[in-house]
C-alpha cells in the first residue's frame, strides 16, 4: 500500500490548499470530507470519492476494508494527518471527493406540496450547519441558499452539519432568481420578519411553502418582503426582538411538520 509521511509531499499541500481556501475548492471542484459517518453520508447521497487516505496509527486496514470495501486508498502518518484533519476528536479518515451542482435547475419536485427552507446571505459555517441539521431531522425537501457568503463545502460546513450538507437537496442562487424559481413553482412564501407580521402558529403551511429566513442583525431584503405571502413572527416573552437564526427556523420548520401530520 501506498504510504505519505512527507508534509512537503506536493499531494499533500494541494490537499491542504483545499482545507483552507475556497477559490482552490471551486476551482478544482474538489474538497476534503473528514470521519465515517460524514463520507459514508456523502456516498450514499451520490458523492464521487476520488480517493481515501488513512491514518493506520488511528484507523487499521480492516476497518477501512468492512466499512469502504473497493475503494481505493493511501495511508499517511499521523503528522500528515494532523495537518489535513480539522476536527479535535477523530477518526483516522479523510476521503477527496468531487463537489456536485447546486444550481436551481436541478430543484424539481415530485411532491404536491413540498415544504422548503430558504436562507438569505447566511456567512456564519455554525448557523448554515445547524440550519441543515435541522432541515435534515424535519425531512423537509430542499434547502434554498440565496446571495450565499460562504463555501458550501468549508470544512467548517461539513463539520457543524455533521455530513448533513451531504443528506438535504441544496440549491443556491441569487435572491432575486430563487425568488422568482419558487413563485413559478407555486409556493407560498413566509417571511420572518418583525413587521406586518402574525404569530407563525396561526399560518397554514400544509401547502407548497417556502419559510424564509434573513441573517440576524440585517434581516430579509426587500427582494424577499415584497414576495411574501406572509410575514410571521416568533412571539418573543424576553427582553429582546430576535433569536438566532438557526433556533428560529427550527421552530418554523417543525410548526409546519407539526400540521401537515395533523
Partial sequence: MQQITSLQNPLVKYLFT????????????QFLIEGKRE??????????????FICPAILSEAEVERFFAGYKYTAISAEVYEKLSYRSSTEGILALAQCKDHALSGS????AHPLVLVA??????????????????????????????TDLYNP?????????????????????DIRSHLQQQGFAIYCAALSASVP????SYRGRTAIMVGTEDIGLSPTW???????????MQGKIDSMNVSVSAAILIFEAVRQRKS
Avoid: C, W
Avoid at 424539481?108 to 411532491?111: E, I
Avoid at 441543515?132 to 423537509?140: E, Q, S, W
Fill in 18 to 29: 483545499l482545507t483552507q481556501k475556497s477559490k482552490q475548492r471551486k476551482e478544482h471542484q
Fill in 39 to 52: 463520507i459514508t453520508l456523502a456516498l450514499q447521497a451520490g458523492y464521487l470519492i476520488e480517493q481515501l
Fill in 108 to 111: 424539481v419536485f415530485q411532491k
Fill in 120 to 149: 438569505e446571505a447566511p456567512e456564519k459555517p455554525g448557523n448554515i450547519g445547524a440550519l441543515l441539521r435541522t432541515a435534515d431531522a424535519a425531512g423537509i425537501d430542499a434547502v434554498y441558499i440565496a446571495n450565499p457568503k
Fill in 156 to 176: 467548517n460546513i461539513i463539520r457543524s452539519s455533521v455530513g448533513t450538507v451531504f443528506t438535504v437537496p441544496i440549491f443556491m442562487g441569487s435572491s432575486e
Fill in 200 to 203: 407563525y402558529d396561526e399560518v
Fill in 225 to 235: 418582503l415584497e414576495a411574501s405571502s406572509q410575514n410571521i413572527i416568533i412571539p
